[in-house]
C-alpha cells in the first residue's frame, strides 16, 4: 500500500554544505498496515518458522554451545555489511589471547557485538526495559575500543552525519538534524512499547532507527541487534537465535530499496514481505545448522567411544571442544584437569582420526581447530556481496 512521504525534509548545514535531511514521521505507519491475504499468510510462515527455531533451545543437548558459535557468526556477517574484513576464525584465535597475525581493529569490531549482543540480552533477561538508557549502554560496548572510540560510544550524535557518498552533497540519504534527534529517538521508544505484535514491531522498528541513525557510527549493527532484543525482550525466542545479516547481506540491494522506499512512498507492506521472508529463511536455515551440529558431534561422539582405552579422557576433550573449537592444549588441560600428557596424547589421536587438525604447524604453542564444526558454522560467510 503506498501511502504519502514519511516524514518531511528540513535543510541542514554540515561541514560548509547545505542538505536536505529527512525526518520520519513517528510509528505506526498510517494510514494503519493493510494486511493482505498474502502478507499475512508471509508471516503465518515467519511464525511458525521461529516456532521451530525456538524450540532448537529445547532440543540441543547444549543450548549454550550452540550459542556460542552461532553468535560469532552473526557478529562476523554483522560487521561484514560493514566492511570489516574478519573471518570467523580470526575471531576465534583473537578470543586464544589475541594470536599474531589477526588484523586487531577489524576483529575488535566482531568481538565487541558478541559482547554488546551478550550484555542486551543479559539487562533483558535481568527485566531491564528495551529503551534508550539500554541502547546507548549496549552502543557503548559495541564501539568499546577498535575503530569506535572515536565516535563517541553510546552517546546520541550532536552533529549531523550522512550515509554514502565522500561528502555530504553526494550522500543517498540524510538522517534528522542533531536538534530533532531527540524527538524521534524518542517517539522511536514510545513504539518499543506499544501493544503491536513483536514479530511486526521488529520489522517497523529496525527501518526507523536505520532512518534515524541516532550515532556516529555503529547504527547498521545496532540496528539489526535491535531485532533480536525485541523478539527476546517480547518472549518470541527464549535465547537469541535469529539473526538476520546473512539474508539482509545477500539480499543486500533490494534491502537498501526496500528502505527507501518505505520513506518516500509508505509502501511499508512490501519492507514487511521482505522482513518475513527473510525470518523465515533464517530460522529455517539456523534450524538446519543445529541439526547439523548435533550429527556432528554425535557422529564424532560415537567414533571417540570406541577407542577403548583412552576413550573416557577423549571423550571429555570432545566436550570441551564442542565448548571452544579452536583451542589450545593449555585451556583444554585446564578445562578439563587432564594431565598434559594425557592431553598431548588425546589431542594426537583426534588429529589422526581427523576430527582435530592442527592449525600452526609448529611444536610449541600449537592451536587445535575443530574442521567439521567450523566448516558448518562458515557456510554463508563467505559470500559475493550484491
Known amino acids: 500500500m503506498k501511502r504519502k512521504l514519511q516524514g518531511y525534509y528540513v535543510t541542514a548545514t554540515t561541514v560548509g554544505e ?39 533451545s529445547v532440543l ?15 557478529a562476523v556477517l554483522s560487521s561484514m555489511i560493514e566492511g570489516t574484513q574478519s573471518s570467523l576464525s580470526d575471531l576465534l584465535l583473537h578470543e586464544l589471547e589475541h594470536q599474531p597475525g589477526v588484523p586487531l581493529d577489524d576483529v575488535t569490531e566482531v568481538s565487541n557485538y ?5 550484555y542486551g540480552v543479559d539487562r533483558i533477561n535481568q527485566g531491564f526495559p528495551l529503551s534508550l538508557r539500554l541502547l546507548k549502554e549496549i552502543h557503548s560496548v559495541l564501539m568499546f575500543g577498535g575503530r569506535g572510540r572515536n565516535c563517541d560510544p553510546g552517546q546520541f550524535r550532536r552533529t549531523q552525519n550522512w550515509i554514502g557518498g565522500t ?38 522498528a529496525h527501518v526507523q532507527f536505520e532512518t534515524i541513525h541516532p550515532f556516529l557510527d555503529g547504527n547498521g549493527r545496532l540496528g539489526r541487534l535491535i531485532i533480536t532484543l525485541i523478539l527476546c525482550s517480547e518472549k518470541v525466542l527464549k535465547e537469541p537465535l535469529l539473526y538476520l545479516s546473512l539474508y539482509f547481506k545477500t539480499h543486500r540491494r533490494r534491502y537498501y530499496e526496500l528502505l527507501n522506499q518505505v520513506r518516500l512512498t509508505g509502501d511499508w507492506e512490501l519492507w514487511l ?47 570441551a571442544i564442542l565448548e571452544r573449537p579452536m583451542t589450545t592444549p593449555k585451556w583444554i588441560q585446564e578445562k578439563t584437569q587432564l594431565s ?47
Not at 60 to 74: A, C, G, I, N, Q
Not at 114 to 118: H, P, S, T, Y
Not at 173 to 188: A, D, M, S, T, Y
Open 60 to 74: 540441543l543437548p547444549e543450548t549454550s554451545l550452540f550459542l556460542y558459535m552461532y553468535v560469532r557468526k552473526e
Open 114 to 118: 558478541v559482547a554488546a549482543l551478550n
Open 167 to 204: 561528502q555530504p552533497g553526494t550522500a543517498t540519504f540524510v538522517p534528522p538534524p542533531p536538534e530533532l534527534l531527540q524527538e524521534c529517538i524518542g517517539k522511536l521508544e514510545l513504539f518499543l512499547h506499544h501493544t503491536t505484535p513483536a514479530l511486526v514491531k521488529a520489522a517497523l
Open 340 to 386: 598434559q600428557a594425557t592431553v598431548n596424547s588425546c589431542l594426537s589421536k583426534l588429529q589422526t582420526m581427523g576430527i582435530l587438525e592442527e592449525v600452526t604447524g609448529q611444536r610449541r604453542n600449537r592451536i587445535y581447530s575443530y574442521t567439521e564444526y567450523i566448516k558448518i558454522m562458515n557456510l554463508g560467510t563467505e559470500l559475493p556481496e550484491y
Open 273 to 319: 514481505e521482505f522482513f518475513a521472508d527473510a525470518v523465515t529463511a533464517t530460522a529455517t536455515q539456523a534450524v538446519d545448522t543445529a541439526q547439523k551440529l548435533m550429527k556432528c558431534s554425535s557422529v564424532d561422539g560415537d567414533r571417540i567411544n570406541k577407542l577403548k582405552r583412552i576413550s573416557g579422557s577423549t571423550s571429555l576433550i570432545h566436550r
Open 18 to 56: 547545505k542538505v536536505q535531511a529527512f525526518v520520519p514521521a513517528p510509528l505506526p505507519p498510517f494510514p494503519a498496515l493493510e494486511w493482505s491475504d498474502q502478507l499475512q499468510e508471509k508471516f503465518n510462515r515467519a511464525l511458525l518458522a521461529l516456532g521451530r527455531l525456538d524450540s532448537v
